[in-house]
């Protein structure tokens, strides 16, 4: 055998290595059990959360997630991005694969007389036809495509993560945002059913002065009162607006989109009973910011791979055929035949330290994205961790406010009649009236705070993503082609 040949052949024998170091997932301890306490409505077991929102009975709500999921740009945009790590995928996987090319080409040539002699049957000018195809094929001896199509692979996982990651921020939002109108509109009701009890209170002065029992400072200071309150209204209003302009555009839409749909009455959605959110463990499996960082560090640690197979040779087998002729009648003619092929190998023996810094940068970049991984760990455990608390405390407190609310009502009812009786002085109505309008509002944004804090740690377990990964045909659908 020729040495190159031979040279070739052992290359060819030692391709199922590939540089670098092999993937290994990172195994990271994670907590046996929730550090904080939960409250008796939140078993510690598993439970369904692909359809979290389902749990609140709310058909209002459905249909708003249903036009999110359907319209909205930013999981478009998500989705082109899993279209495009794919493409990326078999862009790398098409350089372990030969290369073809064809071509052609006419030339009609006049060289000088006075440079090169003519002689003979020389034409000048003269003619030149050519057709063929050339392949070239870079064998993968020492694996440097094979990490880079490993990367590209990793890169898609990443993408499909990005894409469940957008949804489980899309239904929050969408779900934070209606339980939101829905409290506003609560809070407005209670501030116009108060505003209502005040002029009353007002027209009550009104008469008492008039008859002569009181003075002139209770009827303004009723009169105050009745304007303060009515002051939250356009106040109220316009965070309502705000929330509904929101929900339209998470919904694909411009605002008033969906009026429609938010003009059927409907109460502040109240939060699922026995809830079951598993084990620390479980968020490893259930958040998509957690499986992207792991395949984003997949990708970086076949790259480490990429950056040492530059250490070794590139082995290529190229070859040409073709036909060249200088009068067109002779130009598919075999004695008009062209070919050659043959090895050849390239071989970087020095770059003054380049490569070997390259594979540093490379081994740096995987060990960053190793603490970014860890760093998302912790994180999401401590999210959940935060977003128990936040549902057992606000539990707590609006149990107080709702109390406290009915109390103050009761107050009110009391003082009025006392004052109507001649009793007590205006004053103790005034407070009385204050107090009830801050109490019951504080009890309906409580209120709408429990249900928020749920939805937050539903996201906070990685509910709502897809088990399996979008398909070529659902990312299609998605953009309507």
């Known amino acids: 055998m020729r040495?190159?040949?031979?040279?070739?052949?052992?290359?060819?024998?030692?391709?199922?290595?590939?540089?670098?170091?092999?993937?290994?997932?990172?195994?990271?301890?994670?907590?046996?059990?929730?550090?904080?306490?939960?409250?008796?409505?939140i078993k510690p077991r598993g439970s369904k959360l692909e359809e979290w929102w389902s749990a609140f009975n709310d058909p209002v709500l459905n249909q708003l997630i249903d036009r999110t999921r359907e319209a909205n740009p930013t999981l478009k945009l998500a989705a082109a991005s899993v279209r495009e790590a794919r493409a990326r995928r078999g862009e790398a996987a098409s350089l372990l694969f030969p290369m073809f090319n064809a071509g052609g080409s006419y030339t009609r040539t006049k060289t000088s007389e006075n440079v090169i002699p003519t002689f003979p049957g020389f034409s000048n000018p003269s003619n030149l036809y050519a057709v063929g195809f050339d392949a070239g094929w870079e064998i993968d001896v020492f694996g440097g495509t094979r990490r880079l199509v490993e990367a590209a692979e990793a890169g898609?996982?990443?993408?499909?993560?990005?894409?469940?990651?957008?949804?489980?921020?899309?239904?929050?939002?969408?779900?934070?945002?209606?339980?939101?109108?829905?409290?506003?509109?609560?809070?407005?009701?209670?501030?116009?059913?108060n505003i209502e009890l005040q002029r009353g209170s007002v027209q009550l002065t009104r008469d008492r002065f008039d008859a002569g029992l009181v003075p002139e400072f209770d009827v303004s200071q009723a009169e105050s009162n009745l304007y303060q309150s009515e002051s939250l209204v356009p106040a109220l209003e316009?965070?309502?607006?705000?929330?509904?302009?929101?929900?339209?555009?998470?919904?694909?839409?411009y605002p008033g989109s969906q009026d429609d749909l938010l003009r059927k009455s409907g109460k502040i959605p109240?939060?699922?009973?026995?809830?079951?959110?598993?084990?620390?463990?479980?968020?490893?499996?259930?958040?998509?910011?957690?499986?992207r960082a792991e395949?984003?560090?997949?990708?970086?640690?076949?790259?480490?791979?990429?950056?040492?197979?530059?250490?070794?040779?590139k082995f290529t087998l190229v070859g040409d055929f073709g036909f060249a002729a200088l009068d067109s009648s002779d130009w598919l003619e075999s004695d008009s035949r062209t070919w050659g092929f043959g090895p050849s190998f390239r071989w970087n023996i020095f770059s003054a330290g380049r490569i070997r810094n390259s594979i540093k940068a490379e081994e740096a970049r995987t060990e960053q994205a190793l603490y970014g991984y860890e760093n998302t760990v912790l994180g999401a455990v401590a999210e959940v961790e935060t977003a128990m608390v936040a549902i057992v405390k606000e539990q707590q407190r609006l149990q107080k406010l709702r109390a406290g609310a009915t109390a103050t009502e009761k107050t009110v009812k009391l003082v009025r009649d006392n004052y109507t009786a001649g009793l007590i002085n205006f004053q103790n109505l005034l407070d009385a009236e204050r107090s009830l309008v801050a109490a019951q509002d504080a009890a309906a944004a409580s209120e709408g705070l429990v249900s928020a804090n749920y939805i937050r740690l539903f996201k906070a377990l990685g509910g709502g993503a897809p088990v399996e990964e979008p398909s070529a045909a659902d990312l299609q659908k998605m953009d309507g082609k």
């Open 3 to 41: 040495p190159s040949l031979h040279l070739f052949a052992v290359a060819l024998l030692a391709g199922g290595c590939a540089a670098g170091p092999d993937y290994q997932e990172p195994e990271m301890a994670v907590p046996d059990v929730w550090y904080q306490g939960i409250s008796r409505d």
């Open 156 to 193: 898609i996982g990443a993408a499909s993560e990005t894409y469940r990651d957008v949804l489980i921020s899309l239904y929050a939002e969408t779900a934070l945002n209606y339980v939101q109108t829905r409290t506003l509109e609560e809070r407005l009701r209670l501030v116009r059913a």
């Open 238 to 253: 316009s965070q309502l607006t705000l929330t509904r302009n929101i929900l339209a555009v998470l919904a694909g839409g």
């Open 270 to 291: 109240a939060p699922p009973r026995g809830f079951g959110y598993g084990l620390p463990a479980d968020l490893l499996r259930s958040r998509p910011d957690i499986r």
């Open 295 to 313: 395949r984003a560090l997949a990708a970086q640690t076949a790259l480490i791979g990429v950056a040492v197979s530059e250490l070794y040779p």
